[in-house]
């Protein structure tokens, strides 16, 4: 990966609906080789996708809660059946499984509070061997991620 390569890496992550002239434009090349660097960084996994960033409050999930949770046990059925459950539930934005303890950080954008609790004794807590579950509610979005 070159200086160009890592220039229209910087653009795109500002902004992904670029068109290809507009994006060779700000790198300095041609439509052609952009187009064909484009595309090599997507077949390498460098890009790996385009999405949009909707308002949550349009979509009724502006209410983010980050858990730490914990299992009883690490054994791989426990573990597959914990990270399938909750990867597959659309309130999750984030599952990151972790060193040490907690076991696990997960976020979560749901309506509004009884919503929350409804999503957590419902899907979380009736997960097998659900150790511990702690929830912070975000006071303010400082530095909103990707």
């Keep these: 990966m070159d200086a160009i390569d890592e220039a229209i890496i910087a653009e795109l992550e500002r902004d992904g609906r670029l068109t290809n002239v507009e994006l060779a434009q ?10 064909r660097r484009v595309q090599r960084l997507e077949a390498e996994g ?3 996708g385009y999405r949009a960033v909707v ?13 730490d949770l914990s299992l009883e046990a690490q054994d791989a059925e426990t573990v597959e059946r914990f ?15 972790l060193f040490g303890n907690p076991d696990y950080f997960v976020r979560v954008a749901v309506a ?35």
């Design 26 to 35: 700000r790198v300095g090349l041609t439509t052609g080789p952009c187009l």
């Design 46 to 48: 460098v890009i790996q």
């Design 83 to 97: 990270e399938g459950t909750l990867a597959q539930a659309e309130e999750v934005l984030e599952l990151r499984r």
């Design 112 to 146: 509004d509070l009884p919503a929350y609790e409804a999503f957590l004794s419902r899907r979380v807590m009736t997960i097998p061997r659900v150790k511990n579950v702690t929830s912070h509610f975000t006071m303010k979005t400082v530095k909103p991620g990707p």
């Design 55 to 67: 308002d949550p409050a349009s979509v009724g999930r502006s209410f983010e809660v980050l858990l």
